[in-house]
């Protein structure tokens, strides 16, 4: 099998390195697996020959290629032995000055003609090629953990790389039946920048109180197709990697407001509360087994009163028609009547604002996010005001939740659960767009392999409307008076225009 590079040498045997090595094996390299840890190379390859050997079993590889694999990857005792290397990946610990320390050793080990590669996930790979004679010849190759499961890599030149070595990693990552995707050497590249919004607002949603934690996982995972809430992906992943992340990102772009890490990981992490690992994060975990509460039910024997939709309310048609569809009686003059159930469907205002703003009743004005189409959720999501009476309160969540589909209430907030998070990815998006940090093709591919959205976040933005968008945002920056709600000027360059957000600029 004829592969950019014949002889790959991984440095590195714990979780990353074993998978770099696994694939590069399987994908037609000799592969040479080093450790500067006594038996850590060893207990590696034993490791992954036991991964052949299982998918040999279950008959998803013939023993015959088992076999062959085997003999493809090899341990070395010493750096020397990766001398005859074509490419050599380091998969070490995320420290600068070890990196550095370890290439600079590497330059005098390997050819002239080799390719050097990191896998750093948050430093600088231009800095890490900086002291090199030959950073050309260098350049980031991120993989994502599990490496044999997720099948996206990041390929980042530093600025003094030789594209042509880029398409060459580009070409070994295709080999081994992963999909590349090229980003500038900026903090966090794609991913890890493009995921700043998902947790970090589901945590600024949660610091005004204006729900809990599983509530906030369930809207998010219900209205917007996400597999994980955001805390269900913290616990996930462990607060003392994903905490340290959010600070990093924050820090590399001199406190951008958009990537503010939040007090409530920061104290959860200093008491130990980090999620599965522990037995206790967001959730509890009993056997592995996340212990999540009930989900509240809907109120009953509520008398429903009739039913009127502001004018201005966001996809005032669709609602109408949904209220039509649970029997609801619908006032139809230009104002309520005095025992109307009011309901407002703003984009990005809270709804005291509304009910202050359009002179309303607030007693007996209700919100309702309208963002996406009913038809494409499973859970209904609304909001009380300050003001709201809990017959009123009771009287809506009845209604919205009699066809059997789920009703989360929420305390009052500028933008909802869903408006507020899914405006933050698009907008952080956008700005890499700006950036030029990758083409809106490779970061939607990125997100969707290396994050598992339902959809890339400039989809999603196309989902929504540029136009919708925008609106939220510069509600929440009214409200909030908050630069990170900034819109990005690419994004308003497409609210303006009525361009999707998918479209190359011209």
């Not at 694939?23 to 207990?43: I, P, W």
């Not at 953990?145 to 030149?157: H, S, T």
């Not at 406190?255 to 690992?277: D, H, M, V, W, Y």
Request: glycine share 8%.
């Amino acid at each position: 099998m004829k592969t950019p590079f014949n002889k790959v040498g991984v440095i590195g045997a714990g979780a990353m390195g074993r998978g770099i090595a696994q694939m590069a094996a399987q994908g037609g390299c000799t592969v040479y697996l080093y450790d500067n840890q006594d038996g850590a190379a060893a207990r590696a390859l034993v490791a992954i020959s036991e991964i052949w050997d299982k998918l040999a079993e279950k008959g998803r590889l013939p023993p015959a290629d088992a076999a062959k694999l085997k003999q493809r990857l090899s341990v070395v005792i010493e750096l020397a032995g990766l001398t005859e290397c074509d490419l050599v990946i380091e998969a070490v610990v995320e420290q600068l000055a070890v990196k550095q320390a370890l290439f600079a050793q590497l330059e005098s080990i390997v050819s002239e003609s080799a390719v050097l590669a990191t896998n750093t996930s948050s430093l600088s790979v231009t800095a890490i090629g900086a002291a090199l004679k030959r950073p050309h010849r260098f350049a980031g190759l991120h993989y994502f953990n599990p490496v044999p499961l997720m099948r996206l890599v990041e390929v980042i030149p530093g600025l003094r790389s030789d594209p042509s070595v880029c398409e060459r990693l580009a070409d070994h990552v295709r080999q081994i039946g992963h999909t590349p995707v090229f980003a500038k050497d900026t903090p966090g590249f794609i991913v890890n920048h493009a995921g700043r919004g998902y947790g970090t607002e589901a945590l600024r949603i949660a610091s005004e109180n204006i729900t809990d934690f599983v509530t906030i996982d369930r809207i998010l995972k219900d209205q917007s197709g996400f597999k994980l809430g955001p805390f269900e992906l913290m616990d996930l992943t462990a607060l003392d990697v994903s905490h340290p992340v959010m600070e990093s990102v924050y820090h590399q772009y001199y406190q951008e407001p958009r990537f503010r890490p939040s007090p409530i990981t920061a104290q959860r992490l200093a008491g130990g509360l980090l999620g599965r690992k522990t037995g206790a994060g967001f959730y509890q975990y009993a056997e592995g087994q996340i212990q999540a509460p009930a989900e509240p039910p809907a109120p009953k024997s509520v008398k429903l009163p009739p039913v009127w939709v502001s004018p201005r309310a966001a996809r005032r048609a669709d609602l109408l028609q949904l209220l039509k569809d649970l029997g609801a009686t619908i006032e139809t003059a230009a104002a309520p009547s005095d025992v109307a159930l009011i309901l407002v469907a703003p984009l990005g205002f809270d709804v005291s604002t509304v009910a202050a703003v359009d002179r309303l009743d607030a007693r007996r004005t209700v919100g309702i996010d309208m963002l996406v189409g009913d038809a494409g959720t499973k859970r209904r999501v609304l909001a009380t005001n300050p003001a709201t009476t809990p017959h009123m309160r009771d009287a809506a969540h009845a209604l919205f939740a009699s066809d059997g589909k789920a009703v989360s209430v929420i305390r009052d907030s500028a933008g909802f659960v869903t408006q507020r998070v899914l405006a933050t990815i698009i907008n952080i998006a956008s700005d890499i767009c700006q950036q030029g940090i990758c083409t809106p093709q490779d970061l939607d591919t990125a997100v969707v392999l290396g994050l598992g959205y339902p959809l890339g976040p400039l989809a999603l933005g196309d989902r929504i409307g540029a136009a919708s968008v925008l609106e939220i945002l510069f509600n929440l920056q009214t409200v909030y008076g908050d630069p990170r709600y900034r819109p990005s000027p690419w994004l308003r360059r497409r609210g303006a225009l009525g361009l999707s957000l998918m479209q190359s600029e011209a």
